[in-house]
Protein backbone atom coordinates (compact mmCIF):
# COMPACT_ATOMS: atom_id res chain seq x y z
CA UNK A 1 0.00 0.00 0.00
CA UNK A 2 1.23 3.34 -0.62
CA UNK A 3 2.03 5.62 1.82
CA UNK A 4 1.13 9.54 1.50
CA UNK A 5 2.62 12.35 2.85
CA UNK A 6 1.00 16.08 3.69
CA UNK A 7 2.46 19.34 3.44
CA UNK A 8 2.71 19.46 7.18
CA UNK A 9 5.07 16.25 7.45
CA UNK A 10 7.13 16.93 4.22
CA UNK A 11 7.78 20.71 5.63
CA UNK A 12 8.69 19.05 9.39
CA UNK A 13 10.89 16.73 7.35
CA UNK A 14 12.48 19.88 5.40
CA UNK A 15 13.38 21.55 8.44
CA UNK A 16 14.85 17.83 10.01
CA UNK A 17 16.79 17.24 6.96
CA UNK A 18 18.50 21.19 6.75
CA UNK A 19 19.26 23.50 9.27
CA UNK A 20 16.26 25.56 8.92
CA UNK A 21 12.93 26.40 10.96
CA UNK A 22 9.86 24.76 10.09
CA UNK A 23 8.73 28.16 10.10
CA UNK A 24 10.72 29.29 7.07
CA UNK A 25 10.39 25.77 5.16
CA UNK A 26 6.74 26.34 5.19
CA UNK A 27 7.79 29.80 3.72
CA UNK A 28 9.78 28.38 1.21
CA UNK A 29 7.51 26.25 0.06
CA UNK A 30 4.89 28.27 -0.36
CA UNK A 31 7.09 30.90 -2.24
CA UNK A 32 8.23 27.80 -4.29
CA UNK A 33 4.20 26.99 -4.93
CA UNK A 34 3.49 30.53 -6.15
CA UNK A 35 6.29 31.02 -8.65
CA UNK A 36 5.56 27.65 -9.97
CA UNK A 37 2.05 28.81 -10.08
CA UNK A 38 2.74 31.83 -11.77
CA UNK A 39 5.31 30.42 -14.19
CA UNK A 40 2.52 28.12 -15.63
CA UNK A 41 -0.33 30.99 -15.73
CA UNK A 42 2.16 33.10 -18.07
CA UNK A 43 2.34 30.40 -19.93
CA UNK A 44 6.28 29.12 -19.05
CA UNK A 45 8.09 25.66 -18.97
CA UNK A 46 9.33 24.88 -16.04
CA UNK A 47 12.58 22.57 -16.16
CA UNK A 48 13.45 20.99 -12.48
CA UNK A 49 16.53 19.44 -13.61
CA UNK A 50 16.76 16.48 -10.59
CA UNK A 51 13.01 16.26 -11.08
CA UNK A 52 11.75 17.13 -14.30
CA UNK A 53 9.38 19.54 -16.38
CA UNK A 54 6.20 21.42 -15.40
CA UNK A 55 4.36 22.79 -18.13
CA UNK A 56 0.58 23.68 -19.37
CA UNK A 57 -0.90 21.27 -22.44
CA UNK A 58 -3.94 22.21 -24.29
CA UNK A 59 -6.83 19.63 -25.42
CA UNK A 60 -8.27 20.92 -28.05
CA UNK A 61 -12.34 21.58 -28.86
CA UNK A 62 -13.77 18.52 -29.89
CA UNK A 63 -16.98 16.74 -31.14
CA UNK A 64 -18.66 14.34 -28.48
CA UNK A 65 -21.34 13.07 -27.24
CA UNK A 66 -23.52 13.34 -24.09
CA UNK A 67 -23.36 9.27 -22.89
CA UNK A 68 -26.66 9.24 -21.14
CA UNK A 69 -28.38 11.21 -24.33
CA UNK A 70 -26.41 10.31 -27.10
CA UNK A 71 -27.12 14.34 -28.23
CA UNK A 72 -24.24 15.58 -29.96
CA UNK A 73 -21.98 18.11 -28.21
CA UNK A 74 -18.45 20.74 -28.49
CA UNK A 75 -16.15 19.71 -25.73
CA UNK A 76 -14.21 23.17 -25.50
CA UNK A 77 -10.91 23.48 -25.15
CA UNK A 78 -8.94 22.48 -22.05
CA UNK A 79 -6.19 23.85 -20.26
CA UNK A 80 -4.17 21.22 -17.84
CA UNK A 81 -1.21 20.88 -16.02
CA UNK A 82 1.04 18.12 -16.77
CA UNK A 83 4.50 16.85 -15.05
CA UNK A 84 7.13 14.90 -16.93
CA UNK A 85 9.42 13.19 -14.28
CA UNK A 86 13.49 13.14 -15.51
CA UNK A 87 15.17 9.87 -16.00
CA UNK A 88 16.94 10.67 -12.68
CA UNK A 89 13.53 11.06 -10.66
CA UNK A 90 12.42 7.95 -12.34
CA UNK A 91 15.34 5.64 -11.47
CA UNK A 92 15.67 6.62 -8.31
CA UNK A 93 12.05 5.85 -7.70
CA UNK A 94 13.12 2.06 -9.14
CA UNK A 95 15.93 1.15 -7.41
CA UNK A 96 13.47 -0.69 -4.67
Given at each position: ?????????????????????????????????????????EGETL??????????????????????????????????????????????????
Amino acid sequence: MAKTMNRTQLIRQMAQRSELTQADCKRILAVLEAKITQALYEGETLYLPPLGVFEIRYHLPRSGQNPQTGAAMEIPLKTVVAFKPSSALKQAVNQS
